[in-house]
């Protein structure tokens, strides 16, 4: 098991990281816009010094085409560095650019994973962790954890490397 933090909020990163056993940090556009930094890049850059080069870096593509989305995670590693996780929507375009990314040698997190065949999708392309989005998939009047676990057991049954990023939790 591994906790990330969703935030690029640079004092809540210092103070999970000395305080918690963080292994990496994770955002979205929404949380982007939320803490509204003035250069993304050198802001994303600051959050790298904070966690440093052990701690995973995941970044979400806001394009939604897969040559844009490519385009895009290429931009993020110039900018930032290699082992940024590019962070890309489970859509039919995404899983194809998940595809491209992976075959580049590029770490890729597949995100707003809604259902199982979505997971098993990002799975089958190459996806290095696949986020659920638990408490989205709960409000649908769905079981997450059931999808989680078919996930985890296909993971393990199939030999896959890959790591459920369980996202989108409401609490503690």
Do not use: W
């Not at 489970?90 to 809604?114: D, F, R, W």
Request: net charge negative; with cysteine.
């Amino acid at each position: 098991m591994e906790f990330i933090i969703d935030t690029v909020n640079l004092e809540d990163i210092k103070e999970a990281v000395e305080y918690m056993p963080i292994v990496g940090v994770t955002s979205n556009p929404s949380i982007v816009k939320k803490t509204s930094p003035k250069d993304f890049f050198q802001h994303m850059k600051e959050v790298r010094k904070i966690i440093g080069k052990e701690r995973s870096l995941h970044i979400q593509v806001i394009s939604k085409e897969c040559d844009e989305i490519v385009k895009e995670a290429h931009r993020i590693i110039e900018e930032i560095d290699d082992q940024v996780y590019i962070k890309v929507p489970v859509s039919y375009e995404g899983v194809k650019a998940i595809k491209q990314l992976k075959s580049e040698g590029i770490n890729v997190t597949a995100t707003a994973v809604y259902d199982l065949m979505q997971a098993y999708m990002a799975l089958a392309a190459g996806a290095d962790y696949i986020a659920p989005y638990v408490n989205r998939i709960g409000n649908l009047g769905n079981d997450p954890m059931e999808l989680i676990n078919e996930l985890s057991n296909r993971i393990v049954q199939d030999g896959y490397d890959c790591k459920i990023l369980a996202a989108s939790f409401k609490g503690v």
